[in-house]
């Protein structure tokens, strides 16, 4: 699997449903904070290289390529150790329904990838219907959902209806290819019972075409940018090195 770059929000305490300890809040933020120190070592490897590469010492460009790539490599590891955790922990036993999923805490690419593993279980399974909560926004900037436009497309290039429940921080995804018709009076540990729904949404039925881009779509231009420049670095570098 390719090295992501995961955007660096700080979410703190706000990515946990529910009431946690001081010390779970700690280690999730001290995950993200290292994966955070990881991207801006990156960088500078990236500026120096390039400086370097600017000045026709290859050699040194081509050393500080390969310190960067490392980084980025660290990065994604500390984001996936925080993505796991906070995970086990919005998910353990008794906290949510065994026909729910959290999403909480999750960058969009994380959680893309996490909801895209469960569907493709369930389905194997044979369960019906998936719930799956995504927040409503309220500690996100300007409280604009990033999550649920994410599980949206996930549907559509499935292939599967979905619905937002009457809270609007959960959805419920039909697994069957029927309308997506909720349980009536479904209890969950996020809002209480969830009777009612909006309108559902129609996907397309054609089944799921694997679209025609990276794995991880991204909505972090910048960081997606600079992991571009790296890689078109290191190969002028290489070629530089090989005259």
Do not use: W
Not at 33 to 52: F, I, P, V, W
Not at 168 to 196: D, I
Not at 216 to 235: A, F, K, M, P, R
């Amino acid at each position: 699997m390719a090295a992501v770059s995961y955007q660096m929000d700080h979410l703190g305490g706000k990515a946990f449903n529910h009431s946690q300890s001081s010390d779970a809040e700690a280690e999730y933020d001290r995950l993200r904070n290292l994966a955070r120190q990881e991207a801006g070592k990156r960088s500078s490897c990236l500026d120096k290289a390039h400086q370097a590469y600017e000045r026709g010492d290859g050699a040194t460009a081509h050393h500080l390529s390969e310190e960067g790539k490392k980084h980025a490599a660290q990065m994604d590891a500390y984001n996936q150790q925080a993505s796991d955790f906070i995970f086990r922990e919005n998910n353990a036993p008794g906290r949510v329904d065994a026909d729910t999923i959290d999403l909480h805490g999750q960058f969009v690419e994380e959680a893309e990838r996490i909801l895209e593993q469960r569907i493709k279980y369930a389905q194997q399974q044979g369960q019906r219907g998936l719930h799956v909560i995504v927040g409503k926004g309220n500690h996100s900037v300007n409280h604009v959902q990033k999550i649920k436009p994410r599980v949206e497309q996930v549907c559509q290039e499935l292939g599967l209806q979905y619905a937002t429940e009457e809270n609007e921080g959960r959805m419920y995804v039909n697994l069957q290819g029927g309308p997506a018709v909720m349980p009536p009076s479904h209890s969950g540990q996020y809002g209480g019972q969830h009777g009612s729904h909006q309108q559902p949404h129609s996907a397309p039925q054609q089944g799921y075409q694997a679209p025609h881009q990276p794995q991880y779509q991204s909505g972090q231009q910048v960081q997606n940018n600079q992991q571009d420049e790296v890689t078109g670095l290191i190969s002028m570098l290489l070629k530089c090195l090989c005259k």
